[in-house]
């Protein structure tokens, strides 16, 4: 059996080189992820990680199984992270090159809310994992906003900057939007940034200067490490990862 890391040393991956401050809301969204990923995958296991150019998380979740990271930008397979073990395949996640039950997991990690045809990659992932096997996703919440408190405005690019920049075509989903997607609720489900944790995720995209940064960060440390520490799957949150079996 192909086992997913412990979380511990998952999250201790985390690729941000501030994993407790600009990217606790990365930690975050590894946990969430960790929490709904299955904990056992048949053989060596197969993994399809689409849209994941850049991110090598599926190698971090199960750095002994077989992965396979597809992306539509060919030049994505030049900047794949060090630690990526994982075969680069030029593709397109309406229209996977790929055989039916081909995959143990396939991952769709902040992918849907940047493609169109979104009820097409959500069919094509479910078409080529095994039965049995899982689509992970994680995604904004339909109704997020940024920055969360309307104190750091000022000090954060808009929320439309951050949308065009990252290539978003929706804001992102409410649960039901996506149970049609798949045909079904997801089993298992996990939030991240919660409004407590969200204030962090607020100072580091926002355009203030390192010193004041780590200022607002010791400032609001103490509670925001209770809010992650309290933090539930069921907790409110800005986003969500999903898991469907099929």
Same mark, same amino acid.
């Given at each position: ?38 904990? $056992? /995958? ?8 689409? +849209?994941?150019?850049?991110?090598? &998380? #599926?190698? =971090? ?99 439309? $900057? /951050? ?8 804001? +992102?989903?409410?649960?039901?939007? &996506? #149970?049609? =997607? ?65």
């Amino acid at each position: 059996m192909s086992r997913k890391a412990p979380l511990g040393a998952f999250l201790a991956r985390n690729p941000f080189p501030n994993g407790f401050t600009d990217g606790l809301f990365y930690r975050e969204k590894m946990r969430a992820i960790h929490r709904v990923a299955p904990a $056992e /995958l048949q053989g060596r296991g197969r993994v399809l990680e689409v +849209g994941g150019g850049r991110s090598g &998380l #599926a190698s =971090l979740l199960y750095p002994k199984a077989d992965i396979v990271t597809l992306d539509i930008d060919p030049e994505l397979s030049k900047s794949q992270p060090s630690w990526e073990r994982s075969i680069f395949v030029c593709g397109d996640a309406r229209s996977l090159p790929f055989a039916d039950d081909s995959f143990d997991v396939v991952t769709l990690f902040d992918v849907l809310e940047h493609i169109e045809e979104d009820h097409r990659a959500a069919q094509e992932a479910l078409r080529v994992v095994r039965p049995g096997g899982w689509v992970l996703v994680s995604t904004p919440e339909a109704n997020w906003h940024y920055p969360y408190y309307a104190a750091m405005k000022p000090y954060c690019p808009h929320e439309s $900057e /951050l949308m065009q920049e990252w290539g978003h075509v929706r804001r +992102g989903y409410f649960d039901p939007e &996506l #149970a049609a =997607l798949f045909g079904r609720p997801s089993e298992r489900r996990a939030t991240f940034i919660n409004p407590v944790t969200a204030f962090f995720h607020d100072i580091a995209f926002s355009r203030l200067g390192r010193r004041r940064r780590k200022l607002l960060y010791a400032l609001a440390a103490p509670l925001t490490a209770i809010g992650y520490l309290l933090h539930r799957p069921s907790t409110r949150g800005t986003e969500t990862a999903f898991a469907w079996r099929k």
